[in-house]
């Protein structure tokens, strides 16, 4: 069973969700100014703020989507973990003491110091309201994916409840609240990942051929390829296959495999059998699941989802998955392993992951095939399909990785829910305080998501159709109590992460958009008003794009957001520190040239056609999937070229 | 003093920059190092990993002890030491 609602699960969830809503209204009875609403009055003590500043940042993307993404294909995962605590050292040494000494609540305020321009707050205020949005989407997915294994609901029921939640918390407090909230939850984070690496740790790995049902996944082999099938005639089962009463009356299902038309399939009985040949031409046959819609209803392994076979059988679901197939030594089980140990034992182990594929003859079908993988395979870079470029020769593979290790970098120091978390303190020192603190907070957590990824590879309670999932899931296989607590806190994550967010984009809205574009002069009561209504509005556009996005890793999802804010802010953020021949017009150019560059390319890429249009990835128009590398040089070219031109404009105007 | 502190920070920042681009450098272009087993029976790619995570925080700490050395409060009033 992978889902099923408990009720501890519920309880404890809505105790936690509670009482952050009662700290929430609690704290935000003080707030009621402008100063207070949008920066807490600049009084929030330094460590709290660090603390919070891990609860800003790790969001769903770093707790459900790093974690998913390294228990379905191993250490990639945690490139993202290196890549988002590396920005932490471009916010601290770069950008923090003069962002908190130039600005007063917004990044565009900051920005803006030296020029005083409606023209760069505006273009700020839109490419902040840009990256909030973009940033929302992964978090409202993460929301909906929660929501379905603790309360038994539909996706979208949870994308809606979090941006009901999240309004409220808004619209009734501001950023004293947030800012409790973010340190309530970014505490309870890190020390819950604590305590389940511990028990990962404590469990150590155990050799299984299934998941935690209990169902043993069948292989059958290894086969003399001529046993297998007839070559000549590859429609024709072989005297092997024939031998066998399982696979026995079923037929090949032929696939272009490179020159021949050749079996990948065997469908027998409604299961799927993968053709696994290995390099030394033995077959194995690999039990598959399958997954389909037909006619609005699910259809799992070949049964409608939930319906029984017989009297006494189980209501049919997916199989959890997850498991080691083969330990160093011929163990069965390694009992409790040290923190190196836990490494070192699974290099030399094989882990049974499972790709997702599709057959040409069966459209709709989604296939999971186990993949057994050596450990050493596990624990290197290259493994998702994604990152696979940079073990090819090709130089395009290796662009898109690079461009996204470079987003990352960059992209920390330009968030802007982040940015406006500086002008929560009193002063500079306070601000490098608390980022020092937050550093420390964050690099823990980001040190134990490898093992809580990989733990959760080798859990037995992995759902193949999800890697967002698989944190909760982990946690659930080790004591119901602890998945509860966990959902809970991933829960109150995405809470924290998207008021956060929504804060930052109504303060956009207010400061930096309808007093320079509207030319409207508002009162901090007025605009504290204004501000919530901005929140409103687009906590609502969050609800709806959760609702569209829901299919993809949520923490891939982030990574776009990275590109998005490092190529439309960090050009103007730095250049302003550190070049004295910025100009008003350069700045106001980078932003919307890096903007509307890096969304342009997300939006023409292959991952996007394939996984949001629905259309070919090869139609893409755009060579590689992260736009990083081209757009955040293209950021800084755009802000040199116009400042230098405005810059001689100037001189010889006047 | 903002100034030492920004030219401390751009110092630290270089260092940290030469480690993350060498993490990815190999990554990126020498994969099967990233395999090699150095230390402990762990791979280069675990131990390099974790390596950056530890370095991003010394020299956070390196950073926040040389700014206070220099007694620098930015745009304090009161002081925060």
């Not at chain 1, 809505?14 to 929430?24: A, R």
């Not at chain 1, 709709?364 to 290197?380: A, E, F, K, N, W």
């Not at chain 1, 932003?591 to 070919?616: E, Q, R």
Request: hydrophobic share 50%; with cysteine.
């Amino acid at each position: 069973m992978i889902y099923e609602a408990s009720l501890v699960a519920v309880v404890i969830f809505f105790v936690f969700v509670g009482i952050t809503l009662g700290i929430s209204f609690y704290m935000g009875r003080k707030a009621q100014s402008s100063e207070g609403y949008f920066a807490a009055h600049g009084q929030i003590p330094w460590f709290v703020n660090g603390v919070a500043f891990a609860g800003d940042y790790l969001s769903a993307a770093s707790f459900l989507g790093i974690c998913g993404m390294i228990a379905f294909y191993g250490y990639d995962g945690f490139l993202y973990s290196i890549g988002f605590l590396a920005g932490w050292i471009v916010a601290l040494f770069v950008v923090a003491e003069p962002m908190k000494r130039l600005g007063k609540f917004t990044f565009a305020d900051a920005l803006n110091a030296k020029f005083q321009s409606p023209g760069i707050k505006i273009a700020a205020g839109i490419s902040t309201l840009a990256v909030s949005v973009f940033y929302l989407i992964p978090q409202m997915v993460g929301a909906g994916v929660l929501v379905q294994p603790l309360l038994g609901y539909d996706h979208w029921v949870g994308v809606v409840i979090v941006g009901a939640v999240v309004i409220l918390i808004v619209v009734t407090a501001g950023m004293v609240s947030t800012t409790w909230v973010q340190f309530l939850k970014g505490s309870l984070l890190v020390f819950f990942s604590a305590i389940l690496t511990v028990m990962i740790l404590n469990r150590g790995f155990e050799v299984k051929e299934g998941g935690k049902d209990g169902y043993q996944f069948r292989t059958f082999g290894p086969f003399a390829a001529e046993q297998v099938v007839d070559w000549d005639n590859p429609t024709s089962l072989g005297p092997a296959i024939v031998q066998q009463p399982a696979l026995a009356g079923g037929e090949w299902q032929l696939e272009e495999t490179g020159k021949l038309k050749l079996p990948k399939f065997l469908l027998s009985n409604d299961v799927f059998w993968f053709l696994d040949v290995q390099a030394d031409d033995e077959v194995y046959l690999r039990e598959c699941q399958t997954a389909e819609t037909r006619d609005g209803k699910t259809f799992v392994n070949g049964q409608e989802l939930g319906s029984k076979a017989s009297e006494d059988a189980d209501p049919a679901q997916l199989h959890p998955i997850g498991y080691v197939s083969r330990l160093p030594g011929g163990q069965e089980k390694t009992g409790p392993l040290g923190p190196l140990g836990f490494f070192k034992t699974l290099q030399d182990s094989e882990v049974v992951l499972w790709k997702k594929t599709s057959s040409s003859q069966h459209p709709g079908v989604d296939i999971y095939v186990p993949t057994p993988t050596p450990g050493s395979q596990v624990l290197r870079p290259g493994e998702h399909p994604k990152f696979a470029g940079i073990r090819k020769p090709e130089l395009l593979g290796k662009l898109n990785f690079l461009s996204l290790m470079l987003a990352l970098f960059c992209g920390t120091a330009s968030l802007p829910h982040i940015l406006i978390r500086y002008y929560t303190v009193k002063d500079a020192a306070a601000a490098r305080k608390s980022t020092i603190v937050g550093i420390a907070s964050i690099g823990f957590f980001y040190v134990l998501t490898l093992y809580m990824g990989l733990g959760a590879m080798t859990s037995g309670a992995m759902d193949v159709t999800t890697s967002n999932m698989a944190a909760p899931l982990l946690a659930r296989s080790i004591s119901p109590f602890l998945f509860a607590a966990i959902s809970a806190i991933a829960f109150t994550t995405v809470l924290g992460t998207v008021s956060g967010l929504i804060l930052a984009s109504a303060g956009a809205v207010t400061h930096d958009l309808l007093s320079n574009v509207m030319k409207v002069e508002l009162t901090s009561a007025e605009q504290v008003r204004v501000a919530k209504i901005a929140s409103v509005v687009v906590g609502a556009i969050a609800i709806v794009l959760g609702i569209l996005f829901k299919g993809l890793n949520v923490g891939y999802l982030v990574g776009w957001a990275f590109s998005v804010a490092a190529s439309a802010n960090l050009p103007a953020l730095v250049m302003l520190l550190f070049w004295k021949g910025t100009t008003k017009e350069g700045i106001i150019a980078a932003i919307i040239v890096g903007m509307v560059s890096s969304l342009g390319w997300i939006l023409l890429s292959a991952d996007t056609f394939k996984d949001v249009y629905g259309l070919p990835a090869e139609d893409a128009l755009v060579p590689f999937s992260q736009p990083g590398i081209v757009t955040i040089p293209l950021g800084f070219l755009t802000l040199v070229v116009v400042s230098l031109l405005t810059k001689q404009k100037a001189a010889t105007g006047v | 003093m903002e100034s030492r502190n920004a030219r401390i920070g751009l110092i630290l920042f270089a260092v940290y920059l030469a480690l993350y681009g060498g993490f990815v450098y190999l990554s990126a272009f020498q994969a099967e190092a990233m395999e090699s087993t150095p230390l402990a029976g762990l791979n280069l790619a675990v131990l390099y990993g974790f390596g950056l995570i530890i370095a991003a925080l010394v020299l956070a700490l390196v950073y926040g002890w040389l700014c206070r050395e220099t007694g620098s409060e930015g745009s304090s009033q009161e002081g925060d030491q």
